[in-house]
Antibody, heavy 118, light 110 residues
Framework: EVQLVESGGGLVQPGGSLRLSCAASGFTFSNYGMHWVRQAPGKGLVWVSRINSGGGGRGHADSVKGRFIISRDDAKSTLYLQMNSLTAGDTALYYC???????????WGQGIAVTVSS | QSALTQPPSASGSPGQSVTISCTGTSSDIGRYNYVSWYQHLPGKAPKLLIYDVTKRPSGVPDRFSGSKSGNTASLTVSGLQAEDESNYYCSSYGGNDIFVFGTGTEVTVL
């Protein structure tokens, strides 16, 4: 079964750091670009980051650029999101997604909650 | 990186059609055919409905169709069913490994 499972979320103080993981199974992880997308409480989906297959190309939304870093470990079939200098505005449910044909995210995880609060 | 613009809400009676617009710029929708549409209920995993502007993944009913003209993409849901009541988001590639989502549209089946 093709599956993505996020972990690493939780409660963190403003200014703190957190690393999210997304474990992939059921497909050849190294062949696919991967994304992080988030949804703040009561708000819409917002694209966060993308890394291409091979890891040579990475993009981040302006709102997280310089604070978040997307990476991948193909040997472990795992995607990461290192989040630094967190603010209340980063409080959200974070989803990882697999990039299929023409940029469509065809497989999604169930999401992991991140709460930034003192 | 401004979000793509969608109407906040849309509605229709069962059996009718509803069309959702998604307006971007010449740097995203106008430049690339990497336009996708998603169906999403809060707290659930989003579902890919349309990719490459017009293509449907296997398992997605042909009641869902996509199109694009200039800087605006559209999703049409024909033959509305109660199960179509959800939130819908568009997405586009913006170049340089950057993507952008739309503001989202809540569809209500009357």
């Amino acid at each position: 079964e093709v599956q993505l499972v996020e972990s690493g979320g939780g409660l963190v103080q403003p200014g703190g750091s957190l690393r999210l993981s997304c474990a992939a199974s059921g497909f050849t992880f190294s062949n696919y670009g991967m994304h992080w997308v988030r949804q703040a409480p009561g708000k819409g989906l917002v694209w966060v980051s993308r890394i291409n297959s091979g890891g040579g190309g990475r993009g981040h939304a302006d709102s997280v650029k310089g604070r978040f870093i997307i990476s991948r470990d193909d040997a472990k079939s795992t995607l990461y999101l290192q989040m630094n200098s967190l603010t209340a505005g980063d409080t959200a449910l974070y989803y990882c997604g697999r990039e299929g044909v023409a940029g469509g995210l065809d497989v999604w995880g169930q999401g992991i909650a991140v709460t930034v609060s003192s | 990186q401004s979000a793509l613009t969608q109407p906040p809400s849309a509605s229709g009676s069962p059996g009718q059609s509803v069309t959702i617009s998604c307006t971007g710029t010449s740097s995203d929708i106008g430049r690339y055919n990497y336009v996708s549409w998603y169906q999403h209920l809060p707290g659930k995993a989003p579902k890919l409905l349309i990719y490459d502007v017009t293509k449907r993944p296997s398992g997605v009913p042909d009641r869902f169709s996509g199109s694009k003209s200039g800087n605006t993409a559209s999703l049409t849901v024909s033959g509305l069913q109660a199960e179509d009541e959800s939130n819908y988001y568009c997405s586009s590639y913006g170049g340089n490994d950057i993507f952008v989502f739309g503001t989202g549209t809540e569809v209500t089946v009357l």
